[in-house]
């Protein structure tokens, strides 16, 4: 009695951590697009309430696609770079927030943790956040579409590329 016990002691625990792996799996999957929408060159995100350029900043939305080279940039160089978007795109362009940046990271996406649907082209490297590192006071936070996580482990002069958003 007490052997059968035991099994059904450890089949609990065992089904209680598969249980919570798969709801954080699946969390992790409803985070990775269902949520956007295709707009030409943009893509408005419904859950943060945004608009992101599909390109990173260097390349170009023609022929429905990202064509071009994606740019490394410092802090700042993204400065200009956000000053140029809203003279020719018109709006208020900024660096996303990390929550922002973190949320079209795609993990079940491939070698490019990022939906190449509605962001084609981007390079599997870290990406910049407008959002300094509280720890660290002249580092800011990024997000690496190589590995899907997030770093705040970068001084604003060490190039990295760029994705802009504006609020909608």
């Known amino acids: 009695m007490k052997k059968t016990h035991n099994y059904l002691k450890n089949f609990y625990i065992l089904l209680f951590i598969i249980i919570v792996f798969n709801i954080f799996y699946s969390n992790n999957k409803v985070l990775s697009n269902n949520y956007l929408m295709e707009k030409d060159h943009l893509i408005l995100d419904l859950k943060n309430n945004i608009f992101w350029i599909r390109c990173s900043v260097g390349q ?7 064509e071009g080279k994606a740019i490394k940039l410092t802090m700042d160089q993204v400065e200009q770079a956000t000053t140029k978007a809203n003279e020719q795109l018109g709006g ?26 509605f962001f084609p082209y981007t390079p599997y490297e870290p990406f910049w956040t407008g959002e300094k590192n ?5 580092f800011f936070w990024s997000v690496n579409f190589f590995t899907g996580h997030t770093f705040g482990r970068f001084p604003g002069n060490i190039p990295n590329y760029v994705r802009l958003v504006r609020d909608r």
């Open 60 to 66: 170009v939305w023609k022929n429905n696609t990202c």
């Open 134 to 138: 509280s720890w660290y006071k002249n």
């Open 92 to 117: 208020d362009w900024r660096l996303p927030t990390r929550k922002e940046l973190e949320s079209i990271v795609c993990f079940e996406c491939g070698k490019v943790k990022i939906n190449s649907k």
